[in-house]
């Protein structure tokens, strides 16, 4: 059996969308739990919220993969403009 790590993350919003419609607390709190320096109003467009949750992307793949370990995200770094 080959085993091998896959990284998805699917956009439920456009960046434009999500900068509009999501509010920077629900940012914060979603990211509770998880290192980052880079959790602001320029970075808004990349929450948690405005990608696909696992169980979608799962819903879609779950056919064709055998999930054995979901790896929990502990770290984040995003490059905002300047």
Request: charged residues 30%; negative net charge; hydrophobic residues 45%.
């Amino acid at each position: 059996m080959e085993l091998f790590t896959l990284h998805v993350v699917s956009r439920m919003m456009s960046r434009m969308q999500a900068k509009a419609q999501l509010k920077l607390e629900d940012y914060r709190q979603s990211m509770e739990g998880v290192y980052s320096t880079s959790v602001g109003k320029d970075t808004l467009d990349e929450a948690p919220m405005a990608c696909k949750s696992l169980s979608d992307i799962l819903d879609v793949i779950g056919d064709t993969v055998e999930v054995i370990d979901v790896i929990r995200l502990v770290y984040n770094f995003k490059a905002a403009e300047k």
